[in-house]
């Protein structure tokens, strides 16, 4: 299977994404296993094929060792590195064209810890990395330097290309045209203080150390633009095909 990484900010929409992209595949005839790795997740917007809840449970997890939530997600995500000798059977039993994983949205699983890298790397080499934001959080030019820069660290942490998709532009159809003048600015020397001086410094020197990377504005919600994720999907893994013979 050619694996597609959803993962970003809690709350950007991965589970609809996923909902969205899995279906808009299938529209052009690949068959894709949406597979849940998240163990804190409920109600999904999508039926999975894979759920990670069958192995371990964050809330099961919460109630034995009386941690909090965010503490029970981080014990979850090493307890499925410790049985990925159970774990990658299961998953490595489907065929299917495509599987989309649907992350949890702590980043400091796949930015700090190497739970996230190793778990991610046992599953897949070749994988395409969704990085997922959203126009209120990227409207803001400092949070939007912080994201590509977040972007760019993950796909060097996971070796893969990573996409930074901005989500919900249907709530904000000015958000695109705003948050492009940002990747203007940030090529500029202009500056309104020192933080964004520091900030687009940063951003300059991360641009020059990681490969080329791309910006994609999309709504899950009325599947806009998706027709752009599933050309880099296409582009990565099936040199260009749009639609299966």
Do not use: C
């Amino acid at each position: 299977m050619n694996y597609i990484v959803i993962t970003g900010l809690a709350g950007s929409g991965k589970s609809l994404l996923t909902q969205s992209l899995s279906e808009s595949l299938e529209e052009d005839g690949w068959s894709v296993l949406k597979a849940n790795f998240d163990p804190s997740a409920e109600n999904l917007p999508y039926t999975p094929d894979f759920d990670i809840k069958e192995f371990v449970d964050s809330r099961t997890v919460l109630d034995r060792y009386g941690l909090g939530s965010n503490g029970s997600l981080l014990l979850s995500m090493d307890l499925l590195l410790a049985n990925l000798n159970v774990i990658l059977p299961a998953l490595e039993s489907f065929d299917y064209d495509y599987a989309i994983l649907d992350m949890p949205g702590q980043l400091e699983i796949f930015a700090f810890r190497t739970t996230g890298p190793i778990l991610l790397n046992s599953i897949a080499h070749d994988k395409l990395i969704f990085f997922l934001s959203d126009v209120a959080v990227a409207s803001d030019i400092n949070n939007f330097l912080l994201l590509e820069m977040m972007s760019r660290i993950l796909a060097l942490k996971m070796n893969a290309t990573s996409i930074h998709v901005i989500n919900k532009v249907d709530l904000d159809p000015n958000a695109e045209k705003r948050i492009k003048e940002f990747e203007r600015m940030a090529g500029s020397q202009s500056h309104v203080d020192v933080l964004q001086l520091n900030l687009l410094k940063a951003y300059r020197l991360m641009k020059k150390a990681t490969p080329a990377s791309e910006i994609v504005f999309v709504s899950a919600k009325t599947k806009e633009n998706i027709w752009k994720l599933k050309a880099y999907v296409s582009r990565v893994f099936k040199g260009g095909e749009d639609k299966k013979p």
